[in-house]
């Protein structure tokens, strides 16, 4: 199946600066990227995502990028707040498949 | 919205006996569900992928006699953790997707299961 890695693990930004997640994913067929949110003991909660056919989004502070060549996306977060403090997961899909990635903590220091 | 109700939220249940999660989409149908299990600062790991009317597709280290996935119709999808034991405690969760996927996946809200 997909291997779906993430890094860091952990993320300490000062509130203001921004934040960078990493993935990278093994399936060349995947072709949904999807990122969440995730609260302790609450479902995921969907804050963006992108399709292969594109190579960039952006939703306000939260944007993701995706280098289908390499086989790897990234969530950017600017301008960031206490409240993003959270657990983010990315995750990849080819349709019949849905993996998640390790997870990355991170701590918004006002 | 897509909508996707889990049941029970959480359970305790003793050592040796079963449980039966559900998972119901309620305003669209579910083509694929998929069961994920995550333990405490841990990711979701799959667990397994079920399409309607088809046998579920387990993950490597997963026991299908233990772990019965059921999907007969497009609404429903359920699974049950037979002989349950301590270390099956953790937390169960779904996402659906619709056959051409436009909806994304949907989350159930999970079930927080504890076996004593």
């Known amino acids: 199946g997909e291997n779906v890695e993430q890094h860091p693990s952990t993320l300490s930004v000062q509130e203001g600066d921004s934040a960078v997640i990493k993935c990278t994913y093994s399936?060349?067929?995947?072709?949904?990227f999807p990122w969440y949110k995730q609260e302790l003991g609450k479902r995921p909660q969907l804050i963006i995502d992108i399709r292969s056919n594109v190579g960039e989004k952006k939703d306000q502070r939260i944007a993701v990028t995706l280098n289908k060549t390499a086989k790897h996306f990234s969530l950017h977060i600017t301008e960031t707040q206490p409240e993003d403090s959270a657990v983010y997961f990315c995750?990849?899909?080819?349709?019949?498949?849905?993996?998640f990635g390790t997870g990355t903590s991170l701590t918004v220091i006002p | 919205g897509a909508v996707v109700s889990q049941h029970p939220s959480w359970v305790i249940c003793k050592s040796g006996t079963s449980v039966k999660i559900e998972c119901r989409s309620l305003?669209?149908?579910?083509?694929?569900m998929f069961w994920y299990r995550q333990f405490p600062k841990q990711s979701l790991m799959l667990m397994a992928t079920?399409?309607?009317?088809?046998?579920?597709?387990?993950e490597q280290g997963v026991e299908k006699d233990k772990f019965l996935i059921n999907h007969a119709s497009l609404t429903l999808s359920t699974l049950t953790v037979t002989s349950a034991h301590p270390e099956d405690s953790s937390f169960y969760i779904c996402?659906?997707?619709?056959?051409?996927?436009?909806?994304?996946?949907?989350f159930g809200s999970g079930t927080r299961l504890t076996v004593v």
């Open positions: 305003d669209f149908q579910a083509t694929t």
């Open positions: 079920s399409n309607e009317g088809s046998k579920a597709t387990y």
């Open positions: 399936d060349s067929a995947s072709n949904y």
């Open positions: 996402s659906a997707r619709d056959a051409d996927g436009r909806r994304g996946y949907t």
């Open positions: 995750a990849a899909s080819s349709g019949n498949q849905f993996y």
